[in-house]
């Protein structure tokens, strides 16, 4: 029976495995984070929640619209009328974890084999395809081998392993780029006045690009909790301060139209490094020229965000059936 590993459980890395597992191949993802999906993220603050990566995602493909209504059948999303806020930005229906985003990581991963806690530190080719060695000494083996970490984080694990990519594979992975954004969380003690349905882009020149009440979008229906994403440009300004908590007042002042600071009764702040891949690979995946199977896919890959991190999990699950069974 082929056997396949993933590094990373997001979108991309939960949907390769869910399909190759359906057609009986042996699937271990790992990741190296608390829990699976990546960017779609929801946390507790408090005692309410918010998500605090991914806020909605649109289904235009068949195959991601065809996933999209089998979760809406189990109640794993529903729809968010965020057009409301902005007709001219929001062309397509969104959609949002009923329980927040990472419940639909949730769903994706009920019958995929997944360890989370486990960093991979080096990767080998050996004589059945590649053996992975992880952050507590213990190294799996399988046939194949499917990377969904950011671009960077793939690069720096072949270079720490002592690996050479082809030089126009590893070309194209070091021109994928990503944009940063640090995400802040704050739970009211009265609800927000952000308008109705509860999610708002702010001017480009503001330090908080992105606004969303998660009372409002039925992400924590008893406690007003609010989520606010900085510009990308701000972000990166401060990406690798070491006291994020110092900025909290700032960016909190630049929601004051709809936060109000005397409101706020709890706080936190998130760095996502790799935030939104604004220069991918045109391509839903990258296949190397190796002996043994080795993808590299995710949402730095194709038309990117969600959708296509789906659709690049399901093109390298795809490939990898196609060639066991060829």
């Given at each position: ?221 008893a406690v007003p909790t609010v989520t606010l994403h900085a510009s990308h440009s701000y972000s990166q300004q401060h990406l690798d301060d070491t006291d994020l908590k110092a900025l ?79």
């Amino acid at each position: 029976m082929p056997t396949t590993l993933i590094l990373g459980a997001g979108l991309a890395g939960l949907t390769a495995a869910r399909e190759l597992t359906r057609q009986g191949h042996t699937v271990l993802i790992f990741d190296k984070g608390r829990g699976v999906g990546g960017r779609l993220a929801t946390r507790r603050i408090a005692d309410g929640r918010a998500d605090h990566g991914a806020q909605y995602f649109s289904a235009r493909s068949p195959e991601f619209a065809a996933l999209t209504q089998e979760m809406q059948h189990a109640g794993v999303v529903s729809n968010w009328h965020v057009e409301q806020s902005d007709p001219a930005s929001f062309q397509h229906p969104r959609f949002v974890g009923t329980d927040g985003m990472s419940s639909i990581a949730k769903y994706l991963a009920t019958d995929v084999h997944v360890q989370t806690g486990k960093r991979a530190v080096a990767v080998k080719q050996v004589p059945q395809g590649w053996a992975v060695t992880f952050d507590d000494g213990q190294t799996i083996a399988a046939d194949s081998l499917l990377v969904t970490l950011p671009a960077p984080q793939a690069l720096a694990l072949w270079q720490e392993s002592g690996l050479e990519l082809d030089p126009s594979e590893k070309a194209i992975l070091n021109a994928i780029h990503y944009q940063p954004c640090l995400a802040v969380l704050l739970q009211l003690s009265q609800p927000s006045n952000v308008p109705t349905p509860g999610g708002l882009k702010l001017p480009a020149d503001s330090p908080v690009s992105w606004v969303a009440d998660n009372q409002q979008k039925g992400i924590s229906p008893a406690v007003p909790t609010v989520t606010l994403h900085a510009s990308h440009s701000y972000s990166q300004q401060h990406l690798d301060d070491t006291d994020l908590k110092a900025l909290l007042p700032e960016l909190v002042a630049a929601a004051a139209a709809y936060v109000s600071s005397e409101t706020v009764i709890d706080q936190q702040i998130h760095r996502w490094r790799y935030s939104n891949a604004t220069e991918r690979y045109s391509e839903p995946f990258l296949a190397a020229s190796t002996p043994a199977p080795l993808l590299f896919g995710g949402d730095g890959f194709g038309q990117g965000n969600v959708e296509g991190a789906f659709l690049s999990g399901l093109a390298m699950a795809k490939a990898i059936a196609d060639g066991a069974s060829a």
